[in-house]
């Protein structure tokens, strides 16, 4: 039951985080292209890679699982945003801006499964780099 407790605390704090950082961008980049919602999902992507390297078993590092339930399906789950990326596609197809929505969609893919090798390897060069 503790678990649930966590995942609802991670998810509470990573939609904030996500709520905050989109709106941010909105503001300062406009919201005809959901840029603010691909670089959430790819800062995520880029994090959940990171935790995932280090909870690994035989990690470097050892992570409760209660603390990487809260880290990647509390938080990293609260903060990324597939479903409003997914909406967002729909409504740049809907409004016409069809190059807009086939960039949205490469771009996002592309650079979320990037960032999640990214951080995963970072996580692991950087644990090797320390030695024993």
Not at 93 to 114: K, M, P, Q, W, Y
Request: glycine share 14%; aromatic share 12%.
């Amino acid at each position: 039951m503790l678990n649930y407790f966590w995942v609802g605390l991670g998810g509470a704090l990573g939609s904030m985080g996500r709520f905050w950082l989109s709106g941010l961008i909105a503001r300062h980049f406009g919201e005809v292209f959901p840029l603010g919602t691909l670089l959430v999902n790819v800062s995520g992507s880029f994090v959940i890679g990171c935790i995932a390297a280090i909870a690994e078993p035989g990690g470097r590092w050892v992570i409760s699982p209660s603390l990487s339930t809260f880290l990647m399906i509390g938080i990293c789950g609260g903060y990324t945003t597939f479903s409003t990326f997914s909406l967002q596609t729909l409504n740049l197809v809907r409004d016409g801006h069809f190059l807009e929505a086939i960039l949205n969609a490469v771009l996002s893919l592309t650079l979320c499964l990037l960032a999640v090798w990214l951080g995963h390897w970072l996580a692991l060069s950087n644990a090797a780099s320390k030695g024993p």
